[in-house]
């Protein structure tokens, strides 16, 4: 389900989104109240959220939606790229945390990250956001880590599956969860960043 009150924003993420054969856009809306009404009758198996809503906000909807949607999976969706706004976020129980800014794919691979159980937004996160951790790193798990490197290689996703061992699909999932992790939005940013830390004699293991 898809709740922001632009409809041509609503309208765009539809299309992206079911241009996957595996994603159905099973409602829209406009505002809490409707979100709320909808998400009862629809039951969605994931919520993506705008924060800045005519009659409340998406934390008031991830909120509303644990009494009348309990298996739904809320994804916020904002312009905002704010501290405490994640923070909320984080505390009302958002899977993940995605600005607008975002390619269409991303937003796709995050769904279904999410719809598969994954979490891409944690407390650690919020933590070192807040705290500008020297190490964006530092949450990274040791598969993270190797992708990360690989990135930084120059490794397209179907050949750092192969260096691996490993799907592609799994591949984007980490590469899902580093980026959210490491606070960036797109891949070509994790390959630039690696490249100026080698430049400085880092390496993520």
């Not at 009659?55 to 704010?82: M, N, W, Y």
Request: aromatic share 2%; with cysteine; net charge negative.
């Amino acid at each position: 389900m898809i709740v922001d009150d632009h409809e041509i924003v609503r309208r765009g993420i539809a299309e992206i989104v079911e241009r996957q054969n595996t994603l159905e856009v099973v409602a829209e809306a406009g505002g809490v109240a409707e979100a709320v009404r909808r998400a009862r009758l629809v039951q969605p198996q994931v919520v993506l959220v705008d924060l800045q809503l005519p009659d409340g906000t998406g934390i008031d909807i991830i909120t509303q939606l644990r009494e009348v949607a309990p298996s739904a999976k809320c994804v916020v969706l904002t312009s905002f790229d704010d501290d405490d706004a994640l923070a909320q976020a984080l505390h009302a129980g958002a899977k993940a945390y995605l600005l607008k800014t975002v390619r269409g794919v991303e937003i796709t691979e995050v769904i279904t990250a999410v719809a598969d159980g994954r979490v891409l937004l944690d407390e650690r996160t919020v933590t070192r956001r807040r705290q500008d951790h020297n190490d964006p790193t530092a949450e990274l798990t040791p598969a993270e880590r190797k992708v990360l490197d690989l990135i930084g290689d120059g490794l397209s996703n179907r050949e750092i599956g192969e260096r691996l061992g490993v799907a592609e699909k799994t591949v984007k999932n980490h590469i899902t969860a580093l980026l959210a992790k490491m606070g960036l939005q797109r891949r070509t940013q994790v390959a630039a960043w690696v490249a100026g830390q080698r430049a400085a004699g880092w390496r993520s293991h």
